[in-house]
């Protein structure tokens, strides 16, 4: 896939790519480092490696210049990005740092992670995640939270999920997450 197609291809079909080019390891690793902040893309160019187009796509060109991305305040787009890529590709060698993403100051960021915790079933994140159900200011947050203890929630994390039960914008998920809990748990936590 050249530079052009990067640009316009969905961030699947990147992430598919960037492995294929560069390999697994090395974007799983690039990805925990760009999500922890240790590399930051906005200081990054086209000529790095890993390009840093791999995450961006398009938006790398329509943003302006990446240099000009904090003063913005868009200086969390890509450690969303970089949570996404690993939604796709898998979380082996970087799951610290998707935990970690479940305390980003971006509520973005938080609900891509728990989407990765949910998809490869992290269950090492069920405590972080039961903290943002209880206590994030963001209802996407708090549901994809919700959805990710669905998958990886134990006992101890039931109560964050019965508070969240009579929440007008959580209640719906809140119930799914209960039911799958329980049938996963193969038993009743509710009252």
Same mark, same amino acid.
């Given at each position: 896939?050249?530079?052009?197609? !990067?640009?316009?291809?969905?961030?699947? /079909?990147?992430?598919?790519?960037?492995?294929? *080019?560069?390999? @697994?390891?090395?974007?799983?690793? !690039?990805?925990?480092?760009?999500?922890?902040?240790?590399?930051?893309?906005?200081?990054?160019? $086209?000529?790095?490696?890993? =390009?840093?187009? &791999?995450? #961006? @796509?398009?938006? !790398? /060109?329509? &943003?302006?210049? #990446?240099?000009?991305?904090? *003063?913005?305040?868009?200086?969390? !787009?890509?450690?969303?990005?970089?949570?996404?890529?690993?939604?796709?590709?898998?979380?082996?060698?970087?799951? @610290?740092?998707?935990?970690? @993403?479940?305390?980003?100051?971006? &509520?973005?960021?938080? +609900?891509?992670?728990?989407?990765?915790? %949910?998809?490869? *079933?992290?269950?090492?994140?069920?405590?972080?995640?039961?903290?943002?159900?209880?206590?994030?200011?963001?209802?996407? #947050?708090?549901?994809?939270?919700?959805? $990710?203890?669905?998958?990886?929630?134990?006992? /101890?994390?039931?109560? %964050?999920?019965?508070?969240?039960?009579?929440?007008? *914008?959580?209640?719906? =998920?809140?119930?799914?997450?209960?039911? $799958?809990? /329980? +049938?996963?748990?193969?038993?009743?936590?509710?009252?």
């Amino acid at each position: 896939m050249g530079a052009e197609d !990067w640009l316009t291809a969905s961030p699947q /079909e990147r992430a598919e790519a960037a492995r294929a *080019e560069i390999g @697994g390891d090395l974007l799983t690793h !690039w990805c925990g480092d760009v999500l922890a902040g240790r590399v930051h893309i906005h200081s990054s160019s $086209a000529a790095d490696v890993p =390009d840093p187009r &791999w995450l #961006a @796509g398009k938006q !790398w /060109e329509h &943003w302006g210049p #990446a240099r000009t991305w904090p *003063e913005r305040n868009l200086d969390y !787009w890509p450690r969303v990005w970089a949570a996404r890529t690993l939604l796709h590709i898998g979380d082996e060698g970087a799951r @610290g740092e998707i935990i970690g @993403g479940l305390s980003d100051s971006s &509520w973005r960021v938080r +609900e891509m992670c728990a989407k990765v915790v %949910a998809r490869y *079933e992290i269950g090492e994140a069920g405590d972080a995640c039961a903290r943002i159900v209880r206590r994030d200011a963001n209802s996407r #947050a708090r549901i994809g939270a919700l959805r $990710a203890l669905a998958v990886v929630g134990e006992s /101890e994390h039931a109560g %964050a999920v019965l508070d969240s039960l009579g929440d007008d *914008e959580l209640g719906a =998920d809140a119930s799914a997450t209960l039911r $799958a809990m /329980e +049938e996963r748990l193969d038993r009743p936590l509710g009252p």
